[in-house]
């Protein structure tokens, strides 16, 4: 018993010195931080929150298509004497394209002149003949049946001559048709036929395509939701429209919006737009796929802020404001317009106010900052599909 009582009793040294010496290691490192350790600023970059005009747009993807596209065929049948135009080359109406043998439609133009010389010979006679009855049956010499046979063979001869007028027109229209030109001005494509060939006016494929490229045609989609706010804006005036690259950057033309299609696909919940650009440095080709920005309106003198500032929480948006003592303020917003660059501000901030606009991600209330300006530029809002 006496030595259990010993042995319990040695555990429990053995267990307070190790106690002291675990406290005495641990007591020198905690003397070495101060009770108030200050923690290094947090580097972050900022933009004031001004007031400028802001344009409001809507983006859509849009197709080039040419304003005016016509397939040349001929209209009548022939060897193909001459092929007058290069493949992508520029025309304008009335250019020389190809010539058909003109020789057997001029032999047809000629014989109708021909019948009509002849029945107008028969004319003048018939109607020397109809004065003639005419004198006779007021003397009583000849019958009034003889005199209204006559007159009918003159309106006959008259009726005759205008039917040869009709087929010189033909014809005309005919050999006219060997000389194929340019109906519009534009681009020629890949040519379809070659000279030698005999051409047929049933031929579908046709010679070759003009497509006119100067105006040009955009037809781009925006959502059906925003038919009313185009439709009132449209009431106002043509909208303008800009062709944007496929990088989102480079403005490639700017036009008007031509007409908003009559009804709005429910399929997609899409409605059609068609704008025209005059496309004068030729940067638009038709089937180019491209983003397309309508110029709704400007909002005036508006406050904005870098829509990077913006937080989400549970409770709502919110920007961390830097405090003239350089400490950050979680400050609740009220936001209008925003896409991924600019924010509208409607509540919550003033002109001037510092925000955060990166690296918000280490920051809580009242933390010390170490800011860097960012540089600023002209805004937009966009609202998007």
Known sequence: MKRRTLITAVLACAIIVLAIGLWSMARPGQAQVPPKQRASDVPVQVAGAKRVDVPVTLTGLGTAQAY???TIKSMVDGPLEKVAFTEGQPVHKGDLLAQIDPRPYQAQLDQARAKKA???AQLANARQDLERYGGLAKSGASSRQQFEAQRAQVAQLEAQVRGDQAAIDTAQIKLDYTH?????DGRTGIRQIDEGNVVRATDTGGLVTITQLQPIS?????????????????????LTVQAVGRDGKDILDEGKVALVDNQIDTSTGTMRLKATFPNDRLTLWPGQFLNVRLALRSERNVLTIPSPAVQRSPQGLFVYVVKPDMTVEARPLKVGLMDESVA???????DGEQVVIAGQYRLQPGSKVNARIADGGDRTVDKGN
């Open 68 to 70: 005016n596209t016509v």
């Open 180 to 184: 194929i030109t340019a109906p519009i």
């Open 218 to 238: 955009v037809v781009f989609t925006l959502p059906g939701d925003s038919l009313p706010e185009v439709n009132r804006e449209m009431a106002h005036g043509a």
């Open 118 to 120: 002849q029945d107008e």
């Open 344 to 350: 509208v501000v409607e509540e919550g901030l003033q």
